[in-house]
């Protein structure tokens, strides 16, 4: 599983393009017609869940800025 450094301020993610939803955690929609497809990261456990090309495009940028591990196989 990837997650976002616990030494990471969530804050970061917003230089990335991503957006808060709700109290869970952060967002990034490529493109609005389809909501639900992006990324998500969730502020509990800061797990990452990745649903489009675009999307995996902006977790390539966090993992190059060296934001994100892997954890667990």
């Known amino acids: 599983m990837l997650k976002i450094k616990d030494s ?3 804050k970061e993610l917003e230089k990335f393009g991503l957006t808060t939803f709700a109290k869970d955690g952060y967002t990034f ?3 609005e017609k389809i ?3 992006g990324i998500k990261i969730f502020n509990e ?3 990452i869940c990745v649903n489009t090309t675009k999307a995996i495009e902006v977790l390539f940028d966090l993992i190059q800025a060296g934001l994100v591990e892997k954890v667990g196989d």
Do not use: E, F, H, Q
């Open 45 to 47: 456990d800061r797990s």
């Open 35 to 37: 909501p639900y497809m």
């Open 29 to 31: 929609i490529p493109d």
């Open 8 to 10: 990471v301020d969530l």
